[in-house]
C-alpha cells in the first residue's frame, strides 16, 4: 500500500468535507458563531472546574500529586470505554454499512489502503468528541502544573495512540463479531456489544471502587490509602500508560516507557487488525449484504384499545413510532446499556457517606440536590441517544409525510410524547430512588421530583428541537447521529440548561436549609422568584425548540 | 384534474422547472417525458406538496396546494421513484399507517389493504418486516399504499423501475381503469412505449420547460414526422448522445 492508495481511498470523503467549507460557507456562519460562542462557553466551564480543582490538590501537602493523578486516571478510563464503544459502533458503519463500499469493495482497489483508509475514518469519527472534550482537561493539567512549552506536544504524542489503540481494537471486534454471528443478523450484533459493554461498564467501576477514595477514613493508615492512589488501576490500560505518561512529564520525573508502549502497542493492534481484515473481510462484508427477514407478530388489539381515544393519524404514528424503535435491536439494545449505567449510578449514590456522624441535615438534603445535576447528565445523555434522531430517522421516508396531509405539528409533538414519557419516568425513578437512599426530607424530595420533571421536558424538547434544526438525514448508522455538530450543540445547550436550572434554584434551596438547619428566617420571596424562573426556563426551554423546529421542518425540502 | 400555473423552481442561480403552465383534466392518465435533469421528478415532487415552488401555483382537484396543504394532499396519492419506506413495519401496518396519515382507519380500510396487497402477490408477504422485501416488492407496496386512502389525483414518478413483467402489466390495466373512472394520473416515465401505449396526453420537457405537448398524433403532427415517440423524443431533446457513444467505444 502506497500513501498515495490511501490518501485516493479517502479523497472523496476529504472533498466533501472542504465542499461543504466552501458552498456552505454562507449560511453556515451563524451556526459556527453559535458553535464556537457554546462551545468556548463549555471549554472554559470544564477548564474552569478541573484547574481549581487541579489548583486544591497542588495545594495538598504528599498526596496532592497523586490525587491529581488519579483522577486524570479516571477520566481516562471512561474516555477510554466510550472510544471502545463508539469505534465498534461506528466501525460496523464505515466497514460494512456505508455507501461507498459497494463501489470500493467492487474496484481492484488494494486491501490494506481499504482498512487504512477505513480505519483512519472510523477513529476521526468516533474520536473527535472525545477529543474536544479531552483538550480543557489536558489545558487545565498542562498551566496547573507548569507542563512548559513542549508539554502541548508530549500531550498528542499520549493522546494519538491513545485514540488509534480502541479503533484497531474496536474494528477488529466488530469484523469478528459479524463473521461469528449469523448473516442475517448483522446489525443485531449491537445488542451483543452493548451488553459486553455494560459489562465492561460495571467491571470498571468494581475496579476503580471510587467510593474508597471518599472515604479515607475507612483505610486502616495513612500507608494504606496512599498505596491505593500509586497503585495503577490496571497496569495493563492504556489509560494507565496516558497518565503516567502525561503526569510523569508535569513532575520532571519521565516516563518514556509509557510512550513506548502506547506507540508500539497501537502500532502492534493496527498490523493485527490488517491480518485479520484481509483474512475475514471478503467474507463479513457477504454476510453483512444479506437482508435480514422475519415476520412481525401479528397486530395486536391491546395497543389498538389503549390508544383508542387518540385521533386516526396521531395514534397511527405512535403506533409506528413503537413498532419502529422496538423492532430495531441497534435502538432498544442500548436501553440495557441505559439500565446497567442507572443501575451503577443509583449504587454509587448509595455508597455516599451521607449517613454517618457529624453530617448535618444540612449537607444530607444539600447532597441530593447537587444530584439533579448528575440526574440531569444521564437524561442528556438519553436524550441525545434516542431523541434527538428521532426526525433524522424520517429523511428517506420524508417524501410519504409530507405529500400526506400530516400536520408538522403533530408528527413533532407524536415524537415529543414517545419520547418523553419513558423519560420522565425514568427520571423520577432515578431522583426518587436516590431520595429515598439517601433519607432526604419532604420538602427536598418534592423540590427534586417537581425540578426533574420539568427538566426532563426542557431536555426532551431541546433534543427534538436540536434534531429538527441539524437533520442528519444522510446518515446510515442512527447511533452516530448524536455524535454530529447539532448533536453536541445539544450536549452542550443541555448542560447550560441544567446549570443555569441548578442555579436558580440554589438560593431558595439554600434559604430552605438554612432555615431548618440554622434556624434563620425563611425568605418567601426569594423562594418563590427561584423556583418560578427555574420552571419558567425549563417551560421555555420545552416550547422554544419546538415551535423553531416546526417552522424548520414546514420548510424543509428534501 | 390538476392545474399548474406558471409554475417554477429555482436552486439558487439554477432554474430546475421555468413557469411550466398545464392542465390534466379528470379521467385523463397524463405522461411526462424528458432526459434525465429536464425538470420532471422536481415537477412532480412540487405537485406533491414536497417542494415548494419558488414562483406559481398548483390546484389539485380544484384546490390551491399553497392555500389549503392539507385538503389539497388529501385528494393526492404520490409514487416516488425510489421505494424508501419504514423497515421495520410490515407490509400491512404500512399501509395500515399511510391510511392512518389520510385519516382514515377501521374495517373498510383493512380490507381495502389486503386487497390491494393480494392484487399485487404481497398477500403472502403482509406479515413480514419490508427490510425483507426486494427492491420491486417494495416498489408494490409504495403502489398499493398510494391507492389505499383512494385519491383522485395521483403523481407517478418513474412506476416501472424494479417491477417484473407480470406486475409492470398490472400496474398498466390497474393505471387505466383507475383514470376510466374519473381519476387523474400524471406519470413520469423513461419506458417511452409504456408511455406511447398508456398516456392520452404526453408532455415532452427540457431544460425546465415543456417543449411539446399532446397527443401521440399531435406530437407527430408537431414533429412532422410519422415515428414512433422515441424518434420524436430524440429530435426533440437532441439525439447526439448516441453518435458519442459510438464515437467514445471506437477511439
Known amino acids: ?558 | 384534474m390538476i392545474r399548474l400555473s406558471r409554475l417554477t423552481k429555482r436552486y439558487g442561480d439554477f432554474t430546475a422547472v421555468a413557469g411550466v403552465d398545464l392542465v390534466v383534466p379528470r379521467g385523463e392518465l397524463f405522461g411526462f417525458l424528458g432526459p434525465n435533469g429536464a425538470g420532471k421528478t422536481t415537477t412532480l415532487r412540487m405537485i406533491a406538496g414536497i417542494l415548494q415552488p419558488s414562483s406559481g401555483t398548483v390546484e389539485i382537484a380544484g384546490i390551491d396546494l399553497a392555500k389549503d396543504p392539507m385538503a389539497a394532499k388529501s385528494k393526492l396519492g404520490f409514487i416516488p421513484d425510489r421505494p424508501f419506506i419504514y423497515e421495520k413495519l410490515t407490509g400491512a401496518e404500512f399501509l395500515r399507517f399511510v391510511a392512518g396519515l389520510y385519516r382514515q382507519s377501521g374495517a373498510d380500510i383493512e380490507r381495502r389493504g389486503d386487497e390491494l396487497l393480494a392484487l399485487f402477490d404481497l398477500g403472502e408477504w403482509k406479515n413480514e418486516l419490508v427490510e425483507s422485501y426486494s427492491h420491486g416488492m417494495r416498489q408494490k407496496l409504495i403502489i398499493a399504499s398510494a391507492f389505499v386512502h383512494r385519491p383522485e389525483v395521483i403523481v407517478v414518478d418513474e412506476p416501472m423501475v424494479g417491477l417484473d413483467p407480470k406486475a409492470a402489466r398490472l400496474l398498466k390495466e390497474l393505471f387505466r381503469e383507475y383514470v376510466s373512472r374519473g381519476n387523474t394520473i400524471m406519470m413520469s416515465t423513461h419506458t417511452l412505449e409504456v408511455a406511447e401505449t398508456l398516456c392520452d396526453r404526453i408532455a415532452i420537457v427540457q431544460k425546465g420547460t415543456i417543449r411539446a405537448l399532446g397527443t401521440m398524433e399531435e406530437l407527430r403532427a408537431n414533429a412532422r414526422s410519422g415515428a414512433d415517440l422515441e424518434e420524436i423524443f430524440l429530435r426533440l431533446t437532441g439525439e447526439s448522445g448516441a453518435r458519442t457513444a459510438v464515437q467514445v467505444l471506437d477511439a
Open chain 1, 1 to 558: 500500500m502506497t500513501p498515495a492508495a490511501l490518501l485516493h481511498i479517502l479523497g472523496p470523503k476529504l472533498q466533501t468535507v472542504r465542499a461543504r467549507g466552501r458552498h456552505g460557507a454562507r449560511g453556515r456562519t451563524g451556526r459556527v458563531v453559535l458553535f464556537v460562542g457554546i462551545g468556548a462557553l463549555f471549554w472554559a466551564f470544564i477548564f474552569g472546574i478541573v484547574f481549581r480543582l487541579l489548583s486544591y490538590f497542588k495545594n495538598v501537602p504528599e498526596i496532592g500529586t497523586l490525587l491529581a493523578a488519579k483522577l486524570l486516571g479516571l477520566v481516562l478510563l471512561s474516555f477510554f470505554g466510550l472510544l471502545l464503544l463508539s469505534n465498534i459502533i461506528t466501525a460496523l458503519s464505515t466497514f460494512f454499512l456505508a455507501r461507498d463500499l459497494d463501489l470500493l469493495v467492487g474496484s481492484p482497489a488494494d486491501w490494506l489502503a481499504v482498512y487504512g483508509a477505513k480505519l483512519i475514518e472510523t477513529t476521526v469519527n468516533s474520536s473527535w468528541m472525545v477529543l474536544l472534550m479531552a483538550a480543557p482537561i489536558f489545558t487545565a493539567y498542562g498551566i496547573a502544573y507548569d507542563g512548559g512549552w513542549w508539554y502541548p506536544l508530549v500531550a498528542l504524542a499520549a493522546i494519538v495512540p491513545f485514540l488509534i489503540i480502541p479503533a484497531a481494537v474496536g474494528t477488529a471486534f466488530t469484523l469478528l463479531l459479524v463473521n461469528i454471528f449469523p448473516a442475517r443478523r448483522t446489525r443485531e450484533v449491537l445488542s451483543i456489544i452493548t451488553i459486553v459493554s455494560a459489562g465492561g461498564i460495571v467491571l470498571a467501576f468494581r475496579l476503580l471502587r471510587p467510593e474508597r477514595l471518599i472515604r479515607p477514613e475507612g483505610f486502616r493508615s495513612l500507608v494504606d490509602f496512599l498505596a491505593v492512589l500509586r497503585t495503577p488501576t490496571s497496569p495493563l490500560l492504556p489509560s494507565e500508560w496516558v497518565q503516567s505518561g502525561v503526569v510523569g512529564w508535569l513532575t520532571y520525573e519521565g516516563d518514556p516507557l509509557s510512550f513506548v508502549l502506547l506507540w508500539s502497542t497501537a502500532a502492534a493492534l493496527v498490523v493485527f487488525g490488517a491480518l485479520i481484515h484481509r483474512a475475514l473481510y471478503a467474507r463479513a462484508f457477504s454476510k453483512a449484504q444479506e437482508s435480514a427477514g422475519r415476520t412481525a407478530a401479528p397486530r395486536g388489539r391491546i395497543a389498538d384499545v389503549m390508544l383508542g381515544l387518540i385521533p386516526i393519524t396521531r395514534r397511527e404514528l405512535v403506533l409506528k413510532e413503537f413498532r419502529v424503535f422496538f423492532r430495531d435491536t441497534t435502538q432498544w439494545s442500548q436501553l440495557i446499556l441505559l439500565v446497567v449505567l442507572v443501575l451503577v449510578y443509583i449504587f454509587n449514590v448509595r455508597l455516599l457517606p451521607l449517613r454517618g456522624d457529624g453530617v448535618t441535615f444540612f449537607l444530607a438534603n444539600m447532597v441530593p440536590f447537587l444530584n439533579l445535576i448528575l440526574a440531569g447528565f444521564v437524561l442528556a445523555s438519553i436524550a441525545a441517544r434516542f431523541l434527538f434522531p428521532t426526525v433524522s430517522m424520517e429523511g428517506r421516508t420524508w417524501w410519504l409525510l409530507k405529500a400526506s396531509p400530516l400536520s408538522m405539528r403533530d408528527l413533532l409533538w407524536a415524537k415529543f410524547w414517545v419520547g418523553t414519557l419513558p423519560l420522565v419516568l425514568l427520571a423520577l425513578g432515578i431522583v426518587f430512588a436516590t431520595d429515598v437512599l439517601l433519607g432526604v426530607s419532604e420538602f427536598m424530595t418534592a423540590v427534586s421530583v417537581g425540578t426533574i420533571t420539568l427538566m426532563t421536558f426542557a431536555l426532551a424538547g431541546l433534543a427534538i428541537g436540536f434534531g429538527t434544526i441539524f437533520p442528519q438525514f444522510e446518515t446510515e448508522n442512527v447511533a452516530q447521529i448524536p455524535t454530529s455538530f447539532g448533536g453536541l450543540l445539544f450536549m452542550m445547550t443541555a448542560i447550560a440548561l441544567i446549570g443555569a436550572t441548578i442555579i436558580l434554584e440554589a438560593r431558595p434551596v439554600y434559604v430552605y436549609l438554612s432555615a431548618r438547619s440554622f434556624g434563620t428566617p425563611m425568605d418567601a420571596t426569594s423562594m418563590v422568584i427561584g423556583f418560578s424562573a427555574a420552571g419558567a426556563l425549563c417551560l421555555v426551554a420545552t416550547f422554544a425548540p419546538i415551535r423553531l423546529a416546526l417552522r424548520r421542518l414546514e420548510r424543509l425540502e428534501r
